[in-house]
DNA sequence: GTGGCGGATTGAATCGTTTCACCACTGTAC
DNA sequence: GTACAGTGGTGAAACGATTCAATCCGCCAC
């Protein structure tokens, strides 16, 4: 109803429409009182500054926008978390897009981020978006890549190095004596899953004695773990493996169920057990797990960072930045 | 780099801003050849449109605020992609926040949105917000609640009902022939947990010989679960229930593992067990866990119809929507 | 008394779009 | 030949903030 303006606030405080703003913007070049006396008028009348007519002034929001794979997948909703603090911190806001792996619905975000002329984007991209981004930039848009990297796109970029989880993985396994592991993968199409059984080989080379089978699930969640599992249990108890490196941890949880269902082989006695991504259920399952822990909230604190720098300086140059992955040691590899 | 306006368009197509702009929102009322012209324009010069400037004129923007507990939780994320498809249908936008049950970063989105003149605002709150939703709507932006009933404060709502929850869960179990049913609740501050147990009381008062215990987690987690299940496997078989209905399937997944674990009790043989939310893991448990899903993404889909309707009238009353929510039948309660 | 200095304040120009009253042109009816 | 309706197009005003050159005012030094 009020559609109360700057205007309104200046004519009550009795000052200029100017002093308002600068009220608003830099309190330190107006007088104590007066501040005062604008800050009084504001409160009365109950102005809110409108951020259209502010951004259209100033050329740029003051807000990022971040399209994400899956907002329900708690990776994602962390690494907001952590992007939405950073971005707080110095004054600015996240608006989340959920692309849901869908490539139109990514793309319309990013048409709708380009219009509200955000101050930059983060994304986890689906599709090959290397050439949207570079139309992007040439607008004056910045976007840093999260979760993927930038490979000499000239986009930066913020990952996690699954080899790395992988290796730290199979060597905690091999630390405990374990020598006959098996990676549990699917879609290895995927680079995290051979990425992680890349790792995961480096470990096991740099140890005599250790093999690695590489066991094939349908694909990436309980239902085909547990299916991996009761091929497992089904085998002479000497052809089974001592010690599994799932591929995430859904697989992880499922094979346990049937470990555990058949009560046959005990963990982490028989087989210990290491998933990956570190999920809440990881912590809750029958044996806790053992788990790879991806820093998902410094992943997006340190990719706004990379963003507002760039936004305030577009002549620096693509950064890559690469996070090592953190091992969560639970009961599925060590008894306690 | 280039910032492109609609002057440069107009310039290049050879007509005059208002006609460009007309091409923009009423092709129609432009003849077909003059729209390919500055169609032409706007792909050669990569065109797009400023919305802030857009906004500043028309007075409000295109998108609506969405504001959730926990956007890492299934029930939100499938919640928010009935809003956003909603939105999408009539050209709006949806931005997301996530208070994170924090009554201070859900004071600060609201203040977000209303300096951004979103179209307006649907919201889960935590905290107290009818009084700033009013405040809100005085300055012209609108609001629903989901997930909440409005009661009475003038703020439509959508919500779905708990108690027919809880009872259509006892009933289903009370069909099977279960007479020893317990609700296996927590935190009975919060009203979905009670209304829950007001549903469950409903459905056992109509059928004779039936009971219903009442047990008491500490939490409403896997692990609280898990504890309650050990309590009851200790005692004697004859004093157990027959069922068990549990106030969320984090609690009935815990629940689950401990029967299952000692293998002593049968589900659903010696008690059947129907949980609440419907959660991915539901599905994915040892064994399938029946279960009360909510229609989240119509809630989302409605919230969005309400608060565009009172958009375009601010004279409709509020309206207080409730859904019903459905059991989904698994082999936690159903051989086979 | 004058000049100069510096901090506080002013007010008009500006951002890029939409909107709307008005104009030009064409064809049609009389 | 004139009037009229209908189409397609024009251009300037308006939205509400920010910015910056200009002004004002008080005070001090000489």
């Keep these: 109803m009020a559609a109360v303006g700057i205007k309104d606030v200046a004519r009550l405080a009795g000052v200029s429409v100017g002093t308002v703003s600068n009220v608003l913007n830099r309190p330190d ?21 409108n951020d259209a007519a502010r951004q259209l002034r100033v050329g740029h929001s003051s807000t990022v926008g971040l399209v994400v794979l899956d907002v329900g997948n708690p990776f994602f909703a962390e690494l907001a978390r952590g992007a939405e603090d950073a971005a707080d911190a110095v004054g600015h806001s ?26 930059g984007v983060l994304i986890s991209p689906i599709g090959d978006v290397t050439s949207r981004l570079q139309k992007l930039r040439e607008h004056g848009t910045r976007a840093v890549l999260v979760d993927r990297s930038g490979e000499g796109t000239g986009v930066s970029s913020v990952s996690v190095d699954d080899v790395a ?15 006959r592991i098996a990676y549990l993968g699917a879609q290895f199409e995927i680079r995290q899953v051979t990425d992680r059984l890349e790792g995961a080989r ?11 089978e590489v066991v094939t699930a349908e694909g990436l969640t309980v239902v085909h773990g547990r299916a991996a599992g009761q091929q497992l249990v089904r085998r002479p108890a000497s052809e089974r493996p001592d010690a599994v490196f799932a591929a995430n ?8 169920q049937a470990l555990v269902m058949t009560g046959d082989v005990r963990v982490p006695a028989d087989i210990a057990l290491v998933g990956y991504d570190d999920i809440d259920f990881a912590s809750a399952a029958v044996v806790p797990l053992t788990s790879v822990r991806q820093p998902a909230r410094l992943l997006g604190e340190t990719a706004i960072g990379i963003l507002l720098d760039e936004a305030a300086d ?23």
């Design 249 to 256: 941890d859904l697989l992880a949880v499922g094979l346990l």
């Design 202 to 212: 480096r470990a096991v080379a740099e140890v005599p004695g250790a093999a690695l």
């Design 94 to 119: 996240v608006i989340l897009g959920n692309s849901d792996e869908n490539v139109a619905r990514e793309a319309a975000y990013l048409d709708l981020f380009e219009e509200q002329r955000v101050r």
């Design 29 to 49: 070049r107006v007088s104590a009182d007066t501040v005062a006396r604008v800050r009084a008028a504001i409160d009365e009348l109950g102005f809110v500054r």
């Design 165 to 179: 989880g992988g290796y730290l993985a199979v060597q905690h396994l091999l630390s405990l004596g374990r020598r």
């Design 314 to 336: 577009p002549e620096l140059a693509a950064r890559d930045v690469v996070f090592t992955p953190e091992l969560v040691v639970r009961a599925s590899t060590v008894d306690g």
